[in-house]
Structures are given as C-alpha cells and as structure tokens.
C-alpha cells in the first residue's frame, strides 16, 4: 500500500536508514560503549549473535545480594484500583508502613465497601459498619451479608492494626520503609524517601502538587 504522507515520501531515504538493521560489529560496539558508562555494570556485557540477537552475560560472578542491573524506570502507574489493596510508593512501588498497617488499611476500606473488583458490598441499611466480616471460606472477600462460618472483626481490632499499637508474629522481619506524604500537599501520593518526595514535586507529581515556594 503506497504512503500518503509527505514526511514518509520526503524523507524515504532517511527513515529507511533508521529502520535497517545495523551490521553486528557497530551494534557491539554501541552495547560495550553503554556498558562502559555504567559503573554497577562492568561484570555485564551485551554480546550480539548473528540471527539469534542480542543477549545478556555475566562476565564474572556475583556475590549474594549484589547488584546486578539497575535502569531508571520510564513510566509507571497504580491503578486507582488497586490503591484500595496495596499502599505503595508512588514512584517506586515499594510497600510502605508496616505489615500490620497494610493489612489494617485494606480491612478498614473493606468495611466501608472499598475494595477493589467489587469485592466488597457494603449496605447502610444493615447496620454493620463498626466491624468488617471475612467470608472463612474465601478470605479476602468481605461481605455484610448474613452467611456461614464468618470472621467478625471488630473496628478496634483494625485501629490499633493501623495505628500500630497490634503487632503481628514475625513482622519485624518484613521491615517496611515509612511512608512520606507528597510535599506539594497533593494529598494523594506517598513516597519511600524524602528525596523522592522532593524529586516527585519537580517531576512526575508536578500538576497535582503545588510548588514547594508557595508552601514557603
């Protein structure tokens, strides 16, 4: 089928250059040159081969718990959704808090009818708002409706989950890093670290957070 746009047509010599597939040597050359700029990287190398393309090798070994690659994200986003079962970090998606504080938020907006999927029906006429009832059968789905062998939690139980004055066994070996609001006041971002705060009100946060000099 013949283009009918003028770029394609006046720069046809042009785009098919970038589109060709480069000779093995000069494809080499670009990966060693990358991997000569990033440090944490010199025990990788790219290697091209023929047909089979290009792949990933370790040129030395690694010791347990050693970096081995790290790339600056391009694009990320939670789903509105899935805020109501996970509190993360907004730019690196980590978890923040505590455990006892994860599974507390996502308990307290079941029983308000929040979770996500629409696994959770709430209805004001029943009277059931102070306690979040967990189907045994299927935990994790949280329903106000009379049904068998259900768990009632009541609203305490799940404040001091929240507010941390419950420990969970063995959760001090999940350690969480605390939770930093978004300093433009937006409200509805948080962050593992200060600093990423900070780089978020500059960044990717920009239109929904105010500039630090107005809070100033």
Not at 88 to 111: A, P
């Amino acid at each position: 089928m013949e283009s009918i746009c003028r770029v394609d047509q006046q720069f046809a010599t042009e785009i098919a250059a970038l589109l060709k597939t480069p000779a093995t040597h000069h494809a080499q050359d670009y990966f060693d040159d990358i991997i000569a700029k990033k440090e944490c990287n010199r025990k990788l190398k790219v290697i091209v081969v023929g047909q089979f393309g290009k792949g990933l090798y370790a040129d030395s070994d690694f010791k347990v718990g050693q970096l081995v690659l790290k790339d600056q994200m391009l694009l990320g986003s939670q789903h509105p959704a899935n805020k109501m079962d996970c509190f993360v970090c907004s730019c690196c998606f980590r978890f923040l808090g505590s455990i006892e504080l994860q599974i507390g938020r996502k308990l307290f907006l079941q029983g308000l009818g929040l979770c996500s999927g629409d696994q959770c029906n709430s209805d004001s006429s029943d009277g059931q708002h102070d306690s979040c009832i967990i189907e045994d059968s299927n935990l994790g789905e949280c329903s106000t409706s009379g049904s068998k062998a259900t768990i009632s939690l009541p609203e305490e139980v799940i404040e001091s989950l929240t507010n941390g004055q419950m420990l969970l066994p063995y959760s001090e070996k999940f350690a969480l890093p605390s939770e930093c609001p978004c300093l433009g006041g937006c409200g509805e971002e948080f962050y593992c670290r200060f600093l990423v705060s900070l780089s978020a009100v500059y960044g990717q946060n920009m239109l929904l957070a105010l500039p630090l000099e107005m809070w100033m």
